[in-house]
């Protein structure tokens, strides 16, 4: 199951004690983002790198394991989501780190390169591999002497590399400059280490911080010599050319640098603000006065309330709503009974932290109150592709990103329109039409159902947690190639 929960990944914790009895290396995963965090550990001192703002895990990890955490690392000033590095140092009394060239408006330790940091009968070596930015700087694990792994951060991920353009602002270099960086800094640094070094990377599929990152969670120096395009053997101009090839980062990114270079807001104390139960009459007074109404149920045969925005649990539900609305946006929530917290939990996690509430009771409660409702028209399967009455009056729109048009095909004919670009593309939409509308698993579908809704439209055909693949198969239809 796909989750968006900070859980260790137990299986490379088998992979990690394959490495030698003084340390344990253990791997969190947060799914929704692409996020991951490490704790390392060595006779009872651990240092977490690249923790999650919702820092409780690690802190019970290691109580369970009887350790202290000595360091809260991070490999690089985050964009894509606020880390819990001050709340988890302020707590356990660890000490910050950043790598060379870092600068914070909380107290830290800021590396030099090659410094070693001690951790009971191991190190942590640091590598200053500038590009993604200027700080970025890899961890090696050192025991016995021996390089064990690398914590790449963002500089080295699966199959990809981390995007060179986020930094361009702050530092003073243009995106190629930095692209220029990170190419001597993988082959100057990373590509020095031995091939059997396991890799830790900060990112893994789905993240926003590189292009295409490959499936899976840990590699090998050695595998990513292979595999790895930014790897091999071009020139430095080639290497320019195809990291700087990316799509605009979403807007949330340059928020969450400020938050985490000057500190988050304690955690605790905003989730008691934002976590407030309201009754109908409070939720429709605020939603009345401009509010964003965050719909994040999973199933919404039912209909949806009238101008709200559906964004599953089961979506990346934050980078969802990090993409497609500003940072201070006010927000009240609709939930699944029982994840009203979760979804704020989510939301913190990008910053988004003018939450004013979320409604008590859910949408059933806003049906018992009278609340004014709009259906969605969620068919089955077999029907998605029925335009047997005037099949001219039927429109499909395939709003799934770009890179995936070109992978998979469409849908013969359809009108290819990212989620992301429906409010700039409302010109090329009919709505005298029949929409139907489909993306990879019908998550993006609903999203940009009421996108629309809340721009006039009102009839559509969508699929309940299904997307092309399943039409494909269920049509036995041809796709059409994108170039």
């Avoid at 939301?347 to 709009?374: A, H, K, S, T």
């Avoid at 290819?416 to 993306?439: A, G, R, S, V």
């Amino acid at each position: 199951m796909n989750t968006c929960n900070a859980t260790p990944a137990y299986v490379n914790a088998q992979k990690a004690q394959l490495i030698g009895e003084n340390f344990y290396i253990q791997q969190f995963q947060v799914s929704c983002l692409g996020q991951f965090s490490y704790y390392i550990e060595s006779n009872n001192e651990a240092a977490v790198i690249d923790p999650m703002r919702d820092y409780e895990e690690y802190i019970k990890f290691s109580e369970s394991r009887n350790s202290v955490i000595k360091y809260v690392i991070l490999t690089h000033i985050h964009a894509d989501f606020v880390a819990g590095h001050v709340d988890l140092a302020k707590i356990t009394g660890a000490q910050i780190v950043l790598g060379p060239q870092a600068v914070t408006q909380y107290q830290a330790r800021i590396t030099q390169d090659e410094e070693l940091l001690p951790l009971g009968n191991a190190y942590l070596r640091v590598l200053h591999t500038p590009g993604h930015t200027l700080e970025s700087s890899c961890f090696v694990l050192v025991v016995d002497g021996k390089d064990n792994a690398v914590f790449s951060g963002d500089s080295l991920f699966l199959e990809e590399v981390g995007r060179p353009d986020l930094a361009s602002k702050s530092s003073g270099l243009t995106t190629q400059q930095l692209a220029s960086l990170l190419y001597h800094s993988l082959r100057n640094k990373i590509m020095k280490l031995n091939d059997d070094v396991i890799l830790y990377p900060g990112h893994g599929a789905g993240s926003a911080c590189g292009k295409a990152i490959g499936a899976g969670t840990v590699s090998t120096i050695g595998e990513q010599k292979l595999k790895n395009w930014a790897l091999q053997n071009i020139t430095e101009e080639e290497f320019v050319k195809t990291s700087t090839d990316i799509p605009t980062p979403p807007q949330y990114f340059f928020h969450d640098v400020q938050i985490n270079r000057q500190g988050a807001s304690d955690l605790q104390s905003i989730k008691q603000k934002v976590t407030k139960a309201l009754n109908y009459q409070e939720f429709t007074q605020i939603a009345a006065e401009g509010a964003l109404i965050l719909d994040s149920r999973d199933i919404v045969n039912k209909g949806v309330i009238k101008g709200s925005i559906n964004i599953t649990q089961v979506a990346t539900l934050a980078s969802f709503v990090g993409i497609l609305f500003k940072p201070d946006q006010k927000i009240v929530i609709v939930a699944d009974e029982g994840k009203e917290e979760q979804t704020i939990i989510r939301l913190l996690r990008i910053g988004y932290e003018n939450i004013l509430g979320y409604l008590d009771g859910g949408f059933d409660n806003y049906v018992r109150n009278g609340g004014e409702v709009q259906q969605l028209n969620i068919v089955d399967l077999k029907d998605f592709l029925d335009t047997k009455d005037q099949p001219q009056n039927h429109v499909f729109i395939d709003c799934r990103n770009p890179v995936e048009f070109k992978t998979t095909g469409i849908v013969p004919g359809s009108l290819m329109i990212p989620l992301f670009q429906i409010e700039n593309q409302l010109d090329l939409i009919p709505k005298d039409k029949t929409l139907h509308i489909y993306c990879r698993s019908g998550a993006r579908a609903k999203t940009a159902a009421t996108i629309l809704q809340r721009h006039g439209y009102s009839d559509f055909v969508l699929v309940q947690n299904a997307g092309l693949e399943h039409i494909v198969k269920e049509h036995q239809i041809k796709v059409q190639k994108v170039e």
